[in-house]
């Protein structure tokens, strides 16, 4: 599982960040893209990362604001060239159907996939609930309907305890395929093997959060509580919180502020106004990093690798080259 950022800046595209869009690449996990947000030449950030548009099946839209939706049509016309068949999802608030067939329609774009649209009941609630993730959102604070999305992981079947199995003398080879999928298992001795004996705890599954655009509100809390990642906006730094409250967005400090009470192992800054140009944008990673040490401002084209271990505030983020997914 890894996140990529194929937009980190806000409101209009500028030099070095294009507007929103944020990857979450479950390859591993379901040979799938999910996408959340397509903000104008989201698909043109795609042709410098491994990501084909048809391997995206689901996009999962923050708010109906230009700077999150304008890519959507042309990467939804993109996917029909490059082969894109499998049926395509797209969740988000009321309105986001009218705007995506309005677009088709006038410009006369015909599909070669399926389209479905969910659009959110006010409140939030439950998004998705398949057989490996749950994904619910919560409405925010912003100058339209915005909402957090949740995104969290099935927990996983421990590990076989081969030593055990070894000091049980039980032969290697089907038999531990058996055992893994949780089936017990008869030796030729007539001994009778029962599969959860040997097989250890589960491993928790791992907790995403990606946030709109928002000011403080309460349920930026209910969402990030004990996430693995937390991605947030920081439209303003230290200092800037009244400005911040005004134009309906956070600062750096109130984020790091939610991750810190909440038990978040990792905060990732986007939404970056270009009035944090180049390296001054570090200055907003420096200042939550005095309430949230695990702290990164991120950047277009950055991968992380989200492990399944807990992270802690005190690991270090590191970045990860991106799987092919070809």
Same mark, same amino acid.
């Given at each position: ?49 491994? *990501? !084909?548009? !048809? ?5 999962? *839209?923050?708010?109906? #604001?230009?700077?999150? *939706? ?5 990467? /939804?016309?993109?996917? @029909? ?29 015909? &599909? ?33 309907? @915005?909402? =957090?999305?949740?995104?969290?992981? #099935?927990?996983?079947?421990?590990? /076989? ?13 089907? &038999? ?20 959860k004996d040997v097989i250890g705890p589960a491993?928790?599954? !791992? ?26 906006? @920081? ?16 600062? @750096? ?9 909440? =038990? ?63």
């Open positions: 599982m890894q996140l990529e950022f194929l937009g980190t800046g806000a409101g209009v595209p500028a030099r070095f960040r294009n507007v929103t869009g944020i990857a979450l690449r479950l390859l591993e996990e379901r040979n799938s893209v999910w996408l959340f947000d397509a903000g104008e030449g989201t698909q043109h950030q795609m042709l410098a990362s491994t *990501i !084909r548009p !048809r391997k995206v099946d689901k996009i999962f *839209i923050t708010h109906l #604001h230009g700077d999150h *939706i304008y890519g959507l049509p042309g990467l /939804l016309s993109s996917r @029909s060239f490059q082969g894109g068949e499998d049926t395509l999802h797209i969740y988000g608030p009321k309105g986001i159907r009218q705007f995506v067939e309005t677009s088709l329609h006038l410009s006369q774009t015909h &599909l070669t996939y399926q389209l479905k649209f969910t659009e959110l009941p006010a409140e939030g609630g439950l998004v998705y609930e398949g057989p490996d993730f749950t994904v619910t959102a919560l409405p925010l604070d912003h100058k339209i309907l @915005s909402y =957090g999305y949740r995104i969290v992981e #099935h927990d996983l079947p421990g590990e /076989l305890l081969v030593n055990k199995l070894h000091e049980m003398a039980v032969p290697a080879g089907p &038999l531990y395929g058996q055992l893994k999928r949780g089936q017990d298992v008869t030796l030729a001795d007539g001994r009778t093997i029962i599969a491993k928790a599954g !791992r907790k995403i959060v990606i946030l709109g655009d928002t000011r403080k509100t309460a349920n930026i809390a209910k969402l990030a509580q004990d996430a693995d990642v937390l991605v947030h906006e @920081s439209t303003y730094g230290k200092g800037e919180a009244q400005l911040a409250r005004k134009y309906y967005h956070s600062t @750096s400090m109130q984020a790091a502020t939610v991750a810190a009470e909440q =038990g978040v192992g990792r905060l990732f800054l986007t939404h970056i106004s270009a009035r944090y140009a180049g390296k001054s944008a570090n200055e907003l990673a420096y200042q939550a990093q005095t309430v949230f040490k695990n702290t990164r401002v991120v950047n277009d084209f950055d991968v992380f690798e989200i492990p399944l271990a807990k992270q802690t505030n005190s690991k270090p983020i590191k970045l990860t080259m991106p799987k092919d997914v070809d």
